[in-house]
C-alpha cells in the first residue's frame, strides 16, 4: 500500500506545507495521506497542504502583495509571461525567417528560469561573445521592459523579496535530488525564521535491494512488467505499485493497456468509459490533443475562415461532441459531401453547399446552417481585445451546443472544465495585449492549448506509471523501473543551448555534464531504494536490430537475462480471454429467389476472398470513397466507356473504321468524348453540381475555377487513349461491333446474375469476341488456375452462348493501350495468345473443354455465395488492398501457423 515516510506524516499532521518537485508527486502525497487517514479509521480529514515549488511561491507571494498591495507590483499569471516571452522573441528575431518562433520563446523561457534557478546572472553575460545567449539577454530585457510598463513583476524576480514571519507553519521541502543555489537560498532564509524542516527519509527499513532483469527487447520488456504487476497484485488486492517508464507517450499507453489485460482482461476495455481506475498514467499531454478539445479547437478554426481538407471536415462532422443535428443525420450529410468530391471546404463554402442537398437532407441540413451561421456572427474582421475574443469564443461554441449532449466521463468532464480555465486566463491578457484579429487571437489561444499539459486526475490506482526519473517521495510496495541501458542511465549531458557551457559547469547544473548526470543517476538509485518494499530494474537487450548493454550502474547487483520472445507480433499480442476465434466460416444463405448483389463482382469477390464477399456484400462493409485531386478514378471509366460507346455505335464495324480519313477520325472521337463528357456533367457524375434552377450560384462559386479545367483535362486524355485503341483495332481482322454496353442474364447453379457486357465483337472469320474495357493498372492473367483471374469475363462467357471464341480486357492508360486475354487461336485478337491444344484433341474440341471449366467454375462461387461460404481464404495478393482485413481477422490465422512452426522447430531441437 502507499504510505508516508514517518517524518513527512508528523509535518502534516502539524499542520505544514510540504514542498515537492512536480504537480504529480505532490498528487502523490495527498493520495498517500489519505490512505493512511482511511486505515487510521477517519472518515474526515484536512488535505495536506502538498504543492510544487512553483505554486508555493506564487501563493506566498500573492500573500504578500495582497497585505502590501501599496508596496508590492502585480504579479504575471504564467499565461501573462508566456505571451511577455512570445512577443519579445518575436521583436528580437524579426529579421530572422523562423519556422516557429513559439517554439524559441518556449525554449528561451526555459533557459530563463534555469538561470534564475541556479543564480546565473544574464546581465553579465549579455557581453559574453555567442549568438545564442546574446538573444536570451536581449529577449529577457524586452521582457523586463514590458513588465514594467505594466507595472507588474515575474515570479522570479520577486522570490528575493519574500519573507515569512517567525511562528508560521513548518515547511519541508522533500524529493529534491540536487539542492540548486535558488533552493538552498530560500531553504536558509527559512531556517532563519525558524520555519524550515528538511526532511530526510525516515530509515525505519533497509533500503530494498533491487532485482535486475535484462529482457529479449523492449516490446518483452513491457510485458514482464504487466505480468509483474498482475502477480503482485494477485497476492495483494491493497498493493500499490509504481512504474518509472520514460520515453516516448505511447509506449507508457501501451504497457497501460498491457497491465489493464493482464489484470482484468473482460474489464479492459472499460477503461474508455472512465470506470476502469486500475492504472493511472502520471504527467499529461497538451490540451489541444484532447479530442473534445481538438473538436472544439477545429470548429473554431472553421468558423474563423480556415479551410481544410475534407478528411478534417468528415471526422469534424462525425464527432460526438453535438447536439444537433442527430448522429444518424450527420452521418448522412457527410456521405452526401462525400460523394461531392470536395478536396477542401471552408465555412462559406460548407454553408452554399449544404442549401443544394436533397429533400430527405433538407432538415438536418437546414439545422446544421443555422448554428453555423450564427456561430459564424462572432468571428467579424474588427479588432478585439482578448477578453472580447474570449467571449466570442465561448458563445460560438455555445451556438454549436458544444461539448455535446453525450454522457462524458470523468477524464473527458475534468478536460472541458480546463478548457473553460483556459479561455478566462486567454481573457486574462487584455492587461498585456492591447487587440488581435480573430486569425491572431485564435492562432495565440491554440498556441496556449497546445502548450498547457493536462492529464484528469486520477483516484488511487492499483499501478501508476510516471515518466520521470525522480524522487517518489512516497513509498510504493513495488517499484519498478524500465528503460535502464547504458545509452540511457545515466542520461547524456544535455547543456542548455542559450546558456554559457562555462556558466553551467561553474553553476554545477546536473543536466550540463557527464558528472552531474552520474550524480543524478545514483541519487535517483538511492531514492528508488528507500521508497520501496521491492525494487526491480530492467533494461532491453535489444531495440529493433540494435543491441543495447545494461547501464554500468546496475553492475553492483546480480542480473536476470529474460529468454528471447517470440518474433511473431500475433503472438505476443495475445492476451488470454480478451482475443476470440471466431470459427464459423459460414453466414447466411442468398435468398435464391434475388439476383446475386452486384451482378459479376459477387463472383469477383467470391473468388478473391470469401470473406471480403460476405463482408462487402452482405454486411455491407465497404470503404468509404475520398475526395481527390482531378477526377475521380471511377468517372474516368465512366467518360471512356461512354465515349467509346457512342464511337462504335457511329462506326458500326471496321470496315468504316478503316475508311475514315485521319482529320475525320480525330474530329469524331472529339465528337464522342464531348457528348460523354456533357452527358457526365448532367448527371453529375464529374463530381460538379447538376445545372437548372437554383444551382447557378454554386457552380459560380464552387467549380467555375477548380472543378472544370480538371474535367476539361481529362476529356482531352480521353481522346488521346482512343486515338491510340484506334491505331490498334486498325490491325486487327475484319469485325463488326455487335453491342456495346449490352445487358444480359445468366442463370447458373440456382444462381441469378445481371450482367452488362461492354462490348461484343462479330468476327468475319467467325464467331465472336467478348471485350471488358480497363482504365486503371493492369493485373496479371491466370486462366488456368483452381481461382482464375477476371472471373467477370467468365461469366460474360457463360451468358454469351457457344459461338465466343476470344475473351480479352481493353487496357487504356497512359502507360500502354492492349488486348489482355485468351482466345482460342492466336490470330484472333492483337498480341491475345491462343490456348494450348493437348495432343490428340483439335482446336475446337480443346476450346469447348476450356469453357466447360471456366463455367464450372463460375457455377462453383456463385453457389458458394449462395450458401453464405465466408471462409478467410485470399488468393495471393488479396490483402494488399483490402479494407476489410481489421475484421477478418487473417493475422490471426496466420499466429497459429506461426505457433506450429515454433513448436515444429522447438521439437526438433
Keep these: ?248 507517450a505511447g509506449r507508457r499507453e501501451r504497457l497501460a493497456t498491457l497491465i489493464r489485460q493482464a489484470i482484468a482482461p473482460a474489464d479492459s476495455l472499460a477503461d474508455a468509459a472512465g470506470g476502469y481506475t486500475a492504472v493511472a ?158 486569425q491572431g487571437a485564435l492562432r495565440a489561444f491554440t498556441e496556449l492549448a497546445a502548450r498547457t499539459a493536462h492529464r484528469p486526475a486520477d483516484e488511487d490506482a492499483a499501478v501508476t506509471i510516471s515518466p520521470m526519473l525522480a524522487d517518489p517521495v512516497v513509498r510504493y510496495d513495488g517499484i519498478w523501473v524500465t528503460g535502464l541501458d547504458a545509452d540511457s542511465f545515466p542520461r547524456p ?129 465497404v470503404a468509404l470513397e475520398g475526395a481527390q485531386p482531378g477526377v475521380g478514378a471511377d468517372v474516368r471509366g465512366r467518360l471512356l466507356h461512354a465515349a467509346l460507346q457512342n464511337l462504335w455505335q457511329r462506326l458500326g464495324d471496321s470496315h468504316a473504321l478503316q475508311a475514315l480519313p485521319e482529320r475525320a477520325l480525330d474530329d469524331l472521337i472529339e465528337q464522342c468524348v464531348a457528348a460523354a463528357g456533357a452527358e457526365l456533367e448532367r448527371a453529375g457524375a464529374s463530381g460538379e453540381w447538376p445545372h437548372g434552377a437554383g444551382h447557378e450560384e454554386l457552380q459560380r462559386d464552387l467549380f467555375k475555377e477548380s472543378r472544370r479545367p480538371a474535367f476539361a483535362r481529362e476529356l482531352r486524355r480521353a481522346a488521346r487513349l482512343i486515338r491510340g485503341l484506334c491505331e490498334l483495332e486498325r490491325a486487327r481482322p475484319p469485325f463488326t461491333v455487335q453491342a456495346t454496353e449490352r445487358e444480359c442474364h445468366l442463370a447458373i447453379a440456382g444462381a441469378r446474375l445481371n450482367l452488362r457486357v461492354d462490348r461484343i465483337d462479330a468476327l468475319e472469320q467467325g464467331g465472336r469476341a467478348i471485350l471488358d474495357y480497363k482504365s486503371g493498372r493492369r493485373a496479371a492473367f491466370d486462366w488456368f488456375a483452381e481461382r482464375p483471374s477476371h472471373v467477370q469475363l467468365l461469366a460474360y462467357l457463360a451468358a454469351a452462348g457457344e459461338d465466343v471464341i476470344a475473351l480479352s480486357t481493353v487496357h487504356l492508360t497512359a502507360a500502354e493501350i492492349r488486348f489482355d486475354g485468351i482466345a482460342r487461336s492466336s490470330d484472333v485478337l492483337p498480341r491475345v495468345r491462343g490456348i494450348d491444344v493437348p495432343a490428340g484433341i483439335g482446336r475446337d474440341a480443346a476450346w469447348a473443354q476450356r469453357r466447360h471449366e471456366w463455367r464450372a467454375c463460375v457455377a462453383r462461387l456463385a453457389s458458394d455465395f449462395l450458401a453464405g461460404a465466408a471462409r478467410v481464404d485470399p488468393k495471393p495478393g488479396a490483402c494488399d488492398y483490402c479494407h476489410v482485413v481489421g475484421i477478418c481477422r487473417i493475422a490471426d490465422r496466420d499466429s497459429g501457423a506461426a505457433l506450429d512452426l515454433e513448436a515444429g522447430d522447438a521439437a526438433d531441437e
Design 493 to 621: 549531458a544535455q547543456p542548455d543551448p542559450f546558456l554559457p557551457l562555462t556558466a553551467q559547469l561553474a553553476a554545477s547544473i546536473p543536466q550540463a555534464s557527464p558528472a552531474g548526470r552520474l550524480t543524478e543517476a545514483r541519487a535517483l538509485l538511492a531514492a528508488w531504494r528507500a521508497a520501496a518494499d521491492e525494487l526491480v530494474l530492467s533494461a532491453p537487450a535489444r531495440t529493433e536490430d540494435l543491441a543495447l548493454l545494461p547501464s554500468p550502474l546496475l553492475g553492483e547487483w546480480p542480473q536476470v537475462k529474460a529468454g528471447v520472445a517470440s518474433i511473431w507480433l500475433p503472438l505476443r499480442m495475445h492476451r488470454e480471454g480478451v482475443l476470440e476465434s471466431y470459427a464459423d466460416e459460414a453466414g447466411r444463405p442468398w435468398p435464391p429467389e434475388l439476383s446475386l448483389p452486384h451482378g459479376a463482382r459477387s463472383l469477383e469477390l467470391q473468388n478473391s476472398c470469401p470473406f471480403r464477399a460476405y463482408a462487402e456484400l452482405r454486411l455491407g462493409s
Design 281 to 438: 498514467i502520471e504527467g499529461g499531454e497538451p490540451l489541444a490533443l484532447r479530442p473534445s478539445i481538438a473538436h472544439a479547437l477545429a470548429t473554431l478554426e472553421w468558423l474563423a475562415g480556415g479551410a481544410d481538407d475534407f478528411s478534417h471536415l468528415s471526422v469534424w462532422l462525425l464527432a460526438p461532441y453535438w447536439a444537433r443535428p442527430e448522429p444518424a443525420a450527420r452521418a448522412r450529410l457527410e456521405l452526401w459531401l462525400r460523394e461531392r468530391a470536395f478536396l477542401r471546404l471552408d465555412v462559406r463554402e460548407l454553408l452554399t453547399a449544404l442549401r443544394a442537398v436533397p429533400t430527405a437532407l433538407a432538415k438536418p441540413a437546414q439545422e446544421l446552417r443555422r448554428q453555423l451561421q450564427a456561430a459564424s456572427v462572432q468571428f467579424d474582421q474588427r479588432l478585439a481585445s482578448p477578453r472580447s475574443w474570449s467571449e466570442r469564443f465561448r458563445a460560438a461554441l455555445s451556438e454549436l451546443a458544444w461539448p455535446g449532449t453525450h454522457a462524458r466521463g470523468s477524464a473527458e468532464q475534468q478536460s472541458v472544465l480546463r478548457f473553460g480555465e483556459l479561455l478566462d486566463e486567454f481573457g486574462q491578457l487584455a492587461g498585456a495585449v492591447h487587440l488581435l484579429s480573430a
Design 1 to 248: 500500500m502507499i504510505s508516508l515516510p514517518s517524518d513527512i506524516s508528523e509535518l502534516i499532521e502539524r499542520g505544514g506545507t510540504l514542498i515537492v518537485p512536480s504537480r504529480q508527486r505532490a498528487h502523490a502525497v495527498q493520495l498517500a495521506h489519505a490512505a493512511q487517514q482511511l486505515r487510521a479509521g477517519r472518515r474526515v480529514w484536512t488535505s495536506p497542504d502538498a504543492l510544487p515549488l512553483e505554486s508555493w511561491l506564487a501563493r506566498e507571494l500573492e500573500r504578500r502583495a495582497t497585505a502590501d498591495a501599496l508596496h508590492w507590483p502585480r504579479l504575471l499569471s504564467a499565461t501573462e509571461e508566456w505571451w511577455l516571452w512570445r512577443e519579445a522573441t518575436a521583436e528580437a528575431t524579426d529579421a530572422l525567417a523562423l519556422v516557429n518562433p513559439g517554439t524559441l520563446a518556449e525554449a528561451l523561457l526555459r533557459s530563463d528560469a534555469l538561470a534564475a534557478e541556479f543564480a546565473i546572472d544574464l546581465a553579465r553575460l549579455s557581453s559574453a561573445p555567442g549568438a545564442e545567449w546574446a538573444l536570451l539577454g536581449k529577449t529577457r530585457r524586452r521582457v523586463e521592459q514590458r513588465c514594467e510598463s505594466l507595472g507588474a513583476a515575474r515570479l522570479a524576480n520577486s522570490v528575493a523579496r519574500l519573507s515569512l514571519a517567525a511562528g508560521s507553519p513548518p515547511i519541508a521541502l522533500q524529493g529534491f535530488l540536487h539542492w540548486s543555489p535558488r533552493l538552498q537560498e530560500l531553504a536558509r532564509r527559512l531556517a532563519e525564521a525558524g520555519i524550515v524542516t528538511r526532511c530526510t527519509r525516515a530509515a525505519a527499513r533497509a533500503p530494498a535491494v533491487p532485482s535486475i532483469v535484462i529482457a529479449g527487447d523492449e516490446l518483452d520488456e513491457l510485458e514482464r512488467v504487466a505480468d509483474w504487476c498482475c502477480d503482485r497484485l494477485r497476492d495483494r488486492a491493497d498493493a500499490r505499485l509504481l512504474i518509472v517508464a520514460p520515453g516516448a
